[in-house]
T-cell receptor, first 117, second 111 residues
Framework: GAVVSQHPSWVICKSGTSVKIECRSL??????MFWYRQFPKQSLMLMAT?????????EQGVEKDKFLINHASLTLSTLTVTSAHPEDSSFYIC?????????????FGPGTRLTVT | GENVEQHPSTLSVQEGDSAVIKCTYS??????FPWYKQELGKRPQLIID?????GEKKDQRIAVTLNKTAKHFSLHITETQPEDSAVYFC??????????FGDGTTLTVKP
């Protein structure tokens, strides 16, 4: 089946620093990747839609200057949390939409747990 | 935009009983409805899905029904086992793959 990896799986950083999270589709090409954030005991909230070769589309209330997304190739999207603060601590999950899929399935990465101290 | 409501938020059943979780959606453009099981600290795992041109789908102990007219779909788990305990999310997905998730249901199966 389709495999999506994320790196790092967990990260602790100090307030004010930036953190980059990578999302890779390992065995398929993904024209679209999605970035979600999940706070404890809450649902997945879509932050942005990342399309290869174009600017990301951000959901309402998500600061595009704070959460920088780059989708440089059909297998890699990165999310950079700039000037991180404790309230940014969360579980960040990406998903990839398969180009050759029969429908609109998406495949989730394992997630990155970010803790900002 | 799409709005997905999921009920109940918590569900406790005895081992062997059935569990039903219901979701409603608002956007008629959604045409794919996956259900995910998420264990603590892990990614959501797809357990079953249904497309808008199908009314029902079954996979062993798990079944999903869809009423496109009423815009609601349900997850049915029969003969529940303790390992079914987890958080379950429904989602409504568009052709572009964009999913809106329900708030989740915490299922507890008591042995």
């Amino acid at each position: 089946g389709a495999v999506v990896s994320q790196h790092p799986s967990w990260v602790i950083c100090k307030s004010g620093t930036s953190v980059k999270i990578e999302c890779r589709s390992l065995d398929f090409q993904a024209t679209t990747m999605f970035w979600y954030r999940q706070f404890p005991k809450q649902s997945l909230m879509l932050m942005a839609t990342s399309n290869e070769g174009s600017k990301a589309t951000y959901e309402q209330g998500v600061e595009k200057d704070k959460f920088l997304i780059n989708h440089a190739s059909l297998t890699l999207s990165t999310l950079t949390v700039t000037s991180a603060h404790p309230e940014d601590s969360s579980f960040y999950i990406c998903s990839a939409h398969s180009v050759s899929g029969s429908g609109n399935e998406q495949y989730f990465g394992p997630g990155t747990r970010l803790t900002v101290t | 935009g799409e709005n997905v409501e999921q009920h109940p938020s918590t569900l406790s059943v005895q081992e062997g009983d059935s569990a039903v979780i219901k979701c409603t959606y608002s956007d008629s453009a959604s045409n794919y409805f996956p259900w995910y099981k998420q264990e603590l600290g892990k990614r959501p795992q797809l357990i079953i899905d249904i497309r808008s041109n199908v009314g029902e789908k079954k996979d062993q102990r798990i079944a999903v029904t869809l009423n496109k007219t009423a815009k609601h779909f349900s997850l049915h788990i029969t003969e529940t086992q303790p390992e079914d305990s987890a958080v379950y999310f429904c989602a409504a997905t568009t052709n572009a793959g964009k999913s809106t998730f329900g708030d989740g249901t915490t299922l507890t199966v008591k042995p």
